[in-house]
């Protein structure tokens, strides 16, 4: 071939690449118009938020107190800052909530919220929930964007989604997949849960931003992956927006989520356990003890008994069955099917304000502010008796009346205490100051609340 040939060639490839590059991809195919998602995440993006939290602790340095004890010089508290980015979504652009997780704001001093179009706003905390990971924050901003939220109990495995958030902290990012799977329970470090599964690509800092469907609607809380590198895997879990959603609304209402309690103790069907009750296979939970005038107990449920399934939802062990009751709202119906004498029965009950199975102090009585109240443990109840305190603010009247984390109350007003119900009834009848036992490092003690 002459040179003048290959040359001919040459500028020929040259334009056909020059050509194809500057074509970009095709409109249509046979006359039919290729999808996009540019036209739905126009509308969605907007309502997606980043979320930077700061997190300011007092800490005592040993080395600097003893120096300054030394030299006589005074203690100053040093300052651990911790900051977090994480994402949300505006849900409610009229009054400016905004959905994002726990873990992002979790313990902030500081939580500082960035929309696409540049403006910047200070949040203000309407509260948290550990438990289920969800919280909510507000702003006070016009001309917002909001995403609705639509029944995710409508998801099917297959359908088509989309994640949305700050990954990295890189800005806001979209990526897309299907459902993988609902309903996931049993994921080891998370709290109550009845997570969706996807492999939308969700990466540290999605957390709390959308999951979306093709029509724009929000039907998840983007909260956790699973990856033994840190990185996404094709493994990501959204909290369902049918939850998110009634976990908001306690929390706008209340502050707080106010959980339920059958009142019963329970423990998982073992091998010899099914063999013993000539069960078919080792699925459910049996019954070991009902509080008196409990849920369960006005149910008719008896030690014994084997619960299968609550409100339609099959409970296999008692992990199943301590997630669902988690999750259970209060003046909510509540089906439950179990097995007794080796017949299935079905009862109905509900669960009142007073069946609640953890309480903020202030709800009892105003000097115990600060202090988080829940029933006993099941697995302490055979050693103690009486209501935990299982969390304390340093500082509060709680606090200042010299309770601490980890005390029960076995009497109030010299009634003896087993549940919070019964505490609750106590010392809304007292007329004058309440009189608390409580049980510290195998001591009791006397305290008047003031």
Do not use: C
């Given at each position: 071939m002459s040179i003048s040939a290959m040359k001919q060639i040459l500028i020929f490839c040259v334009t056909l690449f020059t050509t194809i590059s500057h074509a970009g991809l095709p409109t249509a195919v046979d006359g039919i118009a290729v999808p996009s998602l540019a036209p739905i995440l126009e509308k969605v993006t907007p309502a997606v938020v980043n979320i930077h939290s700061t997190t300011r602790q007092k800490i005592n340095s040993r080395n600097?107190?003893?120096?300054?004890?030394?030299?006589?010089?005074?203690?100053?508290?040093?300052?651990?800052?911790?900051?977090?980015?994480?994402?949300?979504?505006?849900?409610?652009?009229?009054?400016?909530?905004?959905?994002?997780?726990?873990?992002?704001?979790?313990?902030a001093t500081d939580i500082q919220i960035s929309l696409q179009d540049g403006r910047s706003f200070t949040a203000k905390l309407i509260g948290t929930d550990e438990g289920t990971d969800v919280a909510v924050v507000q702003i006070n901003a016009k001309n917002l964007t909001q995403v609705n939220l639509t029944d995710s109990k409508k998801l099917r495995v297959g359908d088509f989604v989309v994640a949305v958030g700050n990954p990295f902290g890189l800005g806001q990012t979209v990526t897309s997949g299907i459902v993988s799977a609902l309903g996931r329970t049993s994921i080891q470090g998370l709290g109550y849960q009845n997570f969706i599964q996807?492999?939308?690509?969700?990466?540290?800092?999605?957390?709390?931003?959308?999951?979306?469907?093709?029509?724009?609607?929000?039907?998840?809380?983007?909260?956790?992956?699973?990856?033994?590198?840190?990185?996404?895997?094709?493994?990501?879990?959204?909290?369902?927006?049918?939850?998110?959603?009634?976990?908001?609304?306690?929390?706008?209402?209340?502050?707080?989520?106010?959980?339920?309690?059958?009142?019963?103790?329970?423990?998982?069907?073992?091998?010899?356990?099914?063999?013993?009750?000539?069960?078919?296979k080792n699925s459910g939970v049996i019954i070991t003890d009902v509080e008196p005038d409990s849920p369960a107990d006005s149910a008719g449920l008896q030690?014994?008994?084997?619960?299968?399934?609550?409100?339609?939802?099959?409970?296999?062990?008692?992990h199943d069955f301590d997630n669902q009751e988690g999750l259970f709202e209060l003046n909510t119906p509540i089906d439950i099917n179990y097995i007794r004498n080796e017949q299935a029965k079905f009862s109905k009950t509900k669960i009142h304000a007073f069946d609640r199975k953890e309480f903020d102090g202030k709800e009892l009585h105003k000097s115990l502010s600060g202090a988080h109240f829940i029933n006993l443990p099941a697995r302490l109840k055979s050693k103690y008796q009486g209501i935990l305190i299982d969390e304390i603010k340093r500082g509060s009247h709680a606090w200042n009346q010299g309770l601490r984390s980890g005390d029960l109350i076995t009497t109030a007003n010299k009634k003896e205490i087993t549940n919070l119900k019964q505490l609750k009834i106590v010392l809304d009848n007292s007329r004058k100051s309440p009189i608390l036992t409580i049980y510290r490092n195998y001591r009791n003690y006397i305290l008047v609340l003031e």
């Open positions: 600097q107190s003893f120096y300054n004890w030394y030299y006589g010089l005074p203690n100053v508290p040093q300052e651990r800052v911790t900051q977090s980015l994480g994402s949300g979504v505006i849900v409610d652009a009229q009054n400016g909530y905004i959905l994002t997780n726990n873990h992002v704001i979790d313990g996807t492999d939308a690509s969700i990466n540290p800092g999605n957390s709390g931003g959308a999951l979306i469907n093709l029509k724009g609607e929000l039907i998840g809380i983007n909260t956790a992956i699973y990856s033994p590198s840190g990185g996404n895997v094709g493994i990501g879990f959204a909290i369902p927006s049918t939850l998110a959603n009634r976990i908001m609304k306690q929390l706008i209402n209340f502050g707080q989520v106010r959980r339920g309690s059958l009142g019963v103790d329970v423990q998982d069907i073992t091998a010899n356990l099914a063999r013993a009750f000539n069960l078919n030690a014994g008994d084997i619960i299968t399934q609550l409100n339609g939802v099959i409970v296999k062990n008692q």
